[in-house]
Structure formats: structure tokens, C-alpha cells
């Protein structure tokens, strides 16, 4: 069974697609480990990097050549000062020059060298093969970026498995009906059993550290779109709109860091109407600095990074002024959990199912969290995620100019605020009255990917990214 650890759902990257960008950096990285392993890195002529598919006919909206050249340079993701991704592309750019792994100064023509081919590769929308010349010779090799930042190599025994983790948990969970079955044997909640897998691996202090790590990176992304203004980069002159919302909502209670801005929003109004602004606002903040090539995390994917920071968000400033990393643990936890079950039964692509696979699920994943940390049974919890995709159902992926701008942005507040209503139904429903189970809506939205015409699928090229032109922006 495929074995997908919270973490793995999870993951710290730099934006605007996990996919398209964070996915090809990872290949690029396993690109130069490979040369290394084979001692033929400080042996490399030239490279060169056809892109296929999705990834070629959004790629320059999503930065892809950006992120190749990073991975390709030894930059990590995680780590990289965010200011010095555009000085690192612009230096290969002027010199013609690209230092593979810092060990190898090679002459790059990045016009010439990166090259976008319209046409797919069978195996998944999302190719990249990266050539390495060594004097007379070529070493050749073939990426598939799956969603979430997972990269696959095609393998002719797993060609219809995406086998990307493989480990062992004492609780192996494919299917959500195997999850409750786990919950009502231990007589664990579902965080608690998903707590019990991570620590097959991790100590319990490797757990926690991690986890608040990548809540410091929500939060402080949270703060930091929330605290931006000005528009947006790529030619669609988005005008950020987290700002301006912030700077209507906030109250008198000063703050110098992202922790005091949390007291601050507490003391704040909190009617109906604000409790969707704030709502909406976390989730744009995210994902506009996600569009400036800033740091987000994952969840599953960068397009849909703003969905589970603003529900968590709502739980500590609106609903639980007492809530704490106890409950920020659970809630990331129960969060990775059902992302795995729709990334092994489904996609987490939007160039495979469409931005049901990335929106869609983010809800899902928000929604049983919340509905974990406001009482729900595990029964519920499950109910909380059906809801939530069950209504993301068909949803196209259409982004404009190829950017993960419009619609992409907005998409993230509406998936927050129906990830909150999911979490809400699920705490009154009876789970013997549900009449569609988990595990069915999994497979549905599987059906539906497939059943998709390829042109709303990530592409550019149908939707909204056609119906609206760029002179009307």
C-alpha cells in the first residue's frame, strides 16, 4: 500500500504552483543526485529541458523555467531567501552561464536551452526530461510532476500506480471505511490514529517541530499577504485585495509579530459578515504571496495553499480564543490524512482532474480538521470532507494567462468558507442517515477527472482563460 505521511501532503515550497513549480525544482534536484551518483555531474557539457504537456503550455505563468533553473543551481525551496530567486535566474540569464550544483560551470541559454512542447507524454500531463550532454554522450531522464510537488519516475511494473513513498505504518489507511474501522478498534480519534502511523517514523518531539514549522510558515504567509499592497506580478495588474481588507477589519490593539497579530484580531468584531471577511482575507493573503513567487506550504497544492491556514485561522481567532498548538497538531494531522486518501484514490493534480483536485480537496482536508477540533465524531469528520468535495464536484481549472491569479486566488476563499459550512452540516448530521459515504465521492471525482475535457484541465485553454481576454484585464 502507499504509504503518504503527513508531511508529505504538507510541504514547505515556494509558489505559485506546486505542480508546476515546486514539482519540476524537485526533479531538477533528483536530476543532478542522479549525475552525481553516476560521477557524471562535473562531466556535463551542456543541458538542455523539453516541457511537456500542462507543464508546457502554463509553465511561464507558473515560473516552471524559473524553478528548473533553481533546482539545476542546488537551491532548496524551503530555505532559499525568497528575494534572491529573481537575482539567481536573472544572473544565469545575463552571463549564459548555469553552475550545476555549484560544481559545475556550464555555458545555458536559457531562451533556447528550456524548451516548451505543446504535445503530452502518455504517462501524465505533467512531463519534463532533462538531457545532459557528456562529450559524445547523453544521459536522459524523464520526470512526471503528479500534483503537490510529488515527482515520479514511470516505471514500467507501477505504470498505473503513482508508488511515490513507500514505508510501512502499523495503521495503513487507503480508504476512509479503513480509517474509522482503525478509530473504533483503538477507540482513537482520527488525528490520534494518524499521530500513531508519523510516529512509526518520527519521534513525537520530530512530529511537533515539523508541524510548527509549518504552521510558522502559514501564519507568517497569512501575515505577510495581509500586510502587502500594490499589484501582483504577470501582466493581469491584479491588485492585491487582502490588504485593503485587512486594513478595514483590523482593530486598535497594536502588534509587532504574526503571534501578537493573532490577540489583536480576537479583540476585534466578530458578526457574521466580519467572520467571512476575515476568512476570505486570510485565505487571499496566502495565495497572493503565493503569486509572487513567495513562501507558502502546500496544502495539497500552492494553488490551493490559502484554503487550510484561513480555516485553522478562524478556529484560533473566532472560535476557540483558547486554542493552541495541541490543537493546531490535530488539525494539520487530520488534515494530511485525508489528503493522502484522495491523492491515493483520486488526484491532487489540476492538470489531471481539474481544480476539483486541488480546491476541492483542500476543503475536504479543511473541513474534517475543523469538524475534529469543534467535537466531531470520526463518523463526522469524514461526513465533513464528503460535503465539502461533494459540492467541488466538476470543478475546471482555468487560470488566466496561465497564472495562479484569476480565478485561482478567489477560489481559495470560497473553498475556506465552504469548508467552515461542511464542518457546520457534518456536526448535525446522524452518520446512519448519510447517503453518500467518503470513499464514493473519492471515486467520483476520480470518474469526473476522467471523464474532463482536457482544455479545463490546467491548460490555459478553455474556461475562463479563453471567455475573458487579456484587454479586458
Known amino acids: 500500500m502507499e504509504c503518504i505521511s503527513v508531511f508529505d501532503m504538507l510541504k514547505i515550497g515556494i509558489g505559485p504552483s506546486s505542480s508546476h513549480t515546486l514539482g519540476p525544482w524537485r526533479a531538477a534536484e533528483q536530476f543532478i543526485k542522479e549525475l552525481k551518483d553516476s560521477n557524471n555531474l562535473k562531466e556535463v557539457q551542456k543541458v538542455t529541458i523539453n516541457l511537456y504537456g500542462s507543464l508546457s503550455l502554463t509553465g511561464k505563468g507558473h515560473a516552471t523555467d524559473y524553478a528548473i533553473i533553481l533546482g539545476l543551481l542546488g537551491a532548496n525551496p524551503e530555505t532559499i531567501p525568497v528575494n534572491d530567486i529573481k537575482k539567481k535566474v536573472e544572473n544565469v540569464k545575463s552571463t549564459n552561464k548555469l553552475n550545476l550544483n555549484g560544481e559545475n560551470l556550464i555555458d545555458f541559454y536559457f531562451e533556447k536551452d528550456i524548451k516548451f512542447k505543446k504535445s503530452f507524454l502518455p504517462f501524465h500531463a505533467n512531463g519534463i526530461t532533462f538531457i545532459a550532454h557528456i562529450k559524445s554522450d547523453k544521459i536522459t531522464s524523464t520526470f512526471y510532476s503528479i500534483g503537490g510537488g510529488f515527482v515520479v519516475k514511470k516505471e514500467r511494473k507501477n505504470a498505473k500506480k503513482n508508488f511515490e513513498i513507500k514505508c510501512s505504518f502499523p495503521y495503513p489507511i487507503e480508504k476512509g471505511t479503513e480509517l474509522l474501522e482503525f478509530c473504533k478498534t483503538l477507540n482513537k480519534s482520527i488525528s490520534e490514529v494518524v499521530l500513531e502511523n508519523e510516529k512509526s517514523i518520527r519521534t513525537e518531539s520530530e512530529i511537533d517541530h515539523e508541524l510548527k514549522r509549518i504552521w510558522n510558515v502559514m501564519l507568517e504567509c497569512m501575515y505577510t499577504g495581509c500586510h502587502t499592497e500594490g499589484t501582483l506580478p504577470g501582466g493581469l495588474n491584479v491588485r492585491r485585495r487582502a490588504y485593503d481588507m485587512h486594513q478595514k477589519l483590523k482593530g486598535i490593539k497594536p502588534y509587532a509579530n504574526p503571534v501578537e497579530w493573532i490577540y489583536s484580531i480576537r479583540d476585534t468584531e466578530v458578526k457574521f459578515r466580519q467572520i467571512i471577511k476575515w476568512?476570505?482575507?486570510?485565505?487571499?493573503?496566502?495565495?497572493?504571496?503565493?503569486?509572487?513567487?513567495?513562501?507558502?506550504?502546500?496544502?495539497?497544492?500552492?494553488?490551493?495553499?490559502?484554503v487550510i491556514p484561513a480555516v485553522l485561522m478562524?478556529?484560533?481567532?473566532?472560535e476557540n480564543h483558547d486554542g493552541n498548538f495541541d490543537d493546531?497538531?490535530?488539525?494539520?494531522?487530520?488534515?494530511?490524512e485525508i489528503g493522502s486518501i484522495f491523492k491515493k484514490g483520486a488526484t491532487i493534480s489540476a492538470a489531471m482532474g481539474g481544480c476539483q483536485a486541488e480546491i476541492g480537496v483542500s476543503s475536504a482536508m479543511a473541513a474534517a480538521a475543523l469538524c475534529e477540533l469543534l467535537g466531531g465524531t470520526p463518523e463526522?469528520?469524514?461526513?465533513?470532507?464528503?460535503?465539502?468535495?461533494?459540492?467541488?464536484?466538476?470543478?475546471?481549472?482555468?487560470?488566466?494567462?496561465?497564472l495562479v491569479q484569476v480565478p485561482c486566488i478567489e477560489r481559495n476563499a470560497m473553498g475556506a468558507i465552504k469548508a467552515i459550512n461542511a464542518a457546520e452540516l457534518a456536526l448535525d448530521t446522524l452518520p446512519e442517515n448519510t447517503k453518500v459515504p467518503l470513499d464514493k465521492v473519492v471515486n467520483t471525482m476520480w470518474e469526473t477527472a476522467k471523464d474532463m475535457n482536457t482544455k479545463y484541465k490546467e491548460t490555459s485553454e478553455g474556461g475562463l482563460a479563453v471567455g475573458v481576454n487579456l484587454t479586458d484585464c
Do not use: W
Open 314 to 318: 478562524y478556529y484560533l481567532v473566532i
Open 279 to 306: 476568512v476570505s482575507c486570510f485565505a487571499l493573503a496566502v495565495n497572493e504571496v503565493n503569486a509572487s513567487l513567495g513562501r507558502v506550504v502546500t496544502a495539497p497544492t500552492n494553488g490551493s495553499a490559502g
Open 328 to 336: 493546531i497538531k490535530k488539525f494539520l494531522l487530520v488534515a494530511g
Open 380 to 402: 463526522q469528520v469524514l461526513i465533513a470532507a464528503e460535503i465539502a468535495m461533494e459540492h467541488h464536484l466538476g470543478l475546471t481549472c482555468d487560470p488566466i494567462a496561465g
